[in-house]
Every structure is written in structure tokens, then in C-alpha cells.
């Protein structure tokens, strides 16, 4: 069920989200930064990503829960920024871990669109990334080609399923769609239990989710889109393209909704309802 020589990994929300069967079918988890995994995730595969914002007034949140992330035995760290890369570094400095045993990994949010931009990023130490989601699938395998010219073979990745994150909002976004309502009842009821939703002229429903700030004080909101990627009847492509990461990004699906989606990658069916494509 999976493409020949290509790792498979995921974002998850949330512990709640992994199911036993995700912690077998994926090589890496991944969860946001001061998540705990569930203990039958083995330790070699679990994986955090840091916020995709961190101000200086959080930098020391975000590094001091790193160091002891990585005191617990993670090794694998997603970074979204440049920036973050002196954090990690520095958390595992102070958490002693040598630098062979840090293994970092480039996330979307990096937007590496070409060759050039990709092979600059992996020269800055991180083992992969995943390529900007807008390219088609042939640029993908042409970035992935050039790239492994220079010694970095099968470093870039794809995601082949979920919502992509397409806006940060440093305010509560959801406090504004829910005007008649308190704002203790908006963050208690519908906020902190990511029931929010934006909806455009189409109708088109895209959801808002929760994400809190790493000190815990206050939190933002992510919008993402209305529908998934959805690649799981097209493993030849992707196989033909060499991508060395198969990502996937699970935002608002429930449990068995994880098994579901990757019992299609498994068998290489469509998946059931309305989805994204990625461009041919």
C-alpha cells in the first residue's frame, strides 16, 4: 500500500486523532509542539512540529518545552521557518543531544517552489522537506530529480491528503462569526471544541480552527480549506515523480475518518465524497 522507496508521514491535530493503525501505517507522526503522543506511537516515530509563529516573548516557551521534548526521546522536529532552526539547535544543545541525532524536517509553510530554493534549504541541515503544494506533479518530480544531481536524493515530499492550513490569524477570528454570542461562550463552546466555520459566496465551508500560543496565554486561529487533496488513485504518478515523503495533514477528521482515509491509500481507491486535486 505504499509508493516503492517513500516514506509516509502525517500532522495530526491532536493525540486523540492517531489511531492505533495510523501508529502502524506511518513512518513519522507528527503532533504540535507540547502534545503528547499515545503510548503505543513507538518513540522512533513520533515527531513535533514548532508554531509557525514564535515571537520573541515565546521563544523561551517554545525552546524549554523543545529541550524536553527531546530529553523524552524525540528526535524528529518540523520546522515551518528558517528561524526555527537556531531554536532546535539550541534545545538540543541544552538537552545534550548531538547534532547527528537532531533530525529536522522542512514543512509546507516553507514554500520551497523550485530547486534552487529547495537545495538552500537542505544545505541549511534539514534531512527533507515538503514541497510548496501549488507545483504540479511533474515540477515535483523535476525538483526532486535536480535535487537528488547534488546528494540530496528523494529529499522532497508531497502532501497527498488533507486541508492545507491557507491563513494564520494572530486574532480570534472566531469571535467576530459569532457575534450574538459572550466571548467566554464562544471560546468554551465553539472555539475550544473547533466547531467554527467560515463560509464564501459559493457556500463553500472552511474550517477555523483553535491553535493556542506556545506560552499559553491567548490563541490564534488557522483557516483551512474547504476540501482535502485527495491522491490515493493516482500512486503511479506519484510513484513515476520519485518523492522520497508522502504526506499526509489531518485538521478536522475524526478517528475512524483517519482509518478511512488510509484504507484507500492502502488500496489505491478514491477517496469517498468531494476532494481536491493535486494539478496533473
Known sequence: GKAEGARFTARFRSP?????????YFDLLFLP???????????SRRGVVIPPVVFD??????????VNVLLDGIRHVMVGNVGHLSLARGAAETADVPKEELRIHGDLRLNAANSLSSAWLLSLGMEDLILA?????????DVSASLAKIG??????????????LMLLEKCAIREIY????????CHEICRRDKAAMKDRLGKSFPVLREDSPRGL???NVVYNSLPIGMS???????????????????VEAPEEVDRGIASYQSGRPLDGEIRRMVK
Open 16 to 24: 486523540e486523532q492517531i489511531t492505533p493503525t495510523a501508529a502502524q
Open 57 to 66: 516573548r515565546e521563544a523561551f516557551a517554545v525552546e524549554s518545552t523543545l
Open 152 to 165: 540530496y536524493p528523494r529529499a522532497a515530499g508531497a502532501v497527498v491528503y488533507g486541508r492545507l492550513p
Open 218 to 220: 491567548g490563541h490564534r
Open 233 to 251: 488513485d493516482r500512486k503511479q504518478e506519484l510513484t513515476r515523480a520519485c518523492l522520497g515523503q508522502h504526506h499526509f495533514v489531518f485538521s
Open 33 to 43: 509542539l507540547g502534545q503528547e503522543h499515545p503510548h503505543f506511537v513507538p518513540p
Open 179 to 186: 457575534r450574538g454570542l459572550r466571548n467566554v461562550d464562544v
Open 133 to 141: 503544494p501549488e507545483l504540479t506533479v511533474p515540477r515535483m518530480q
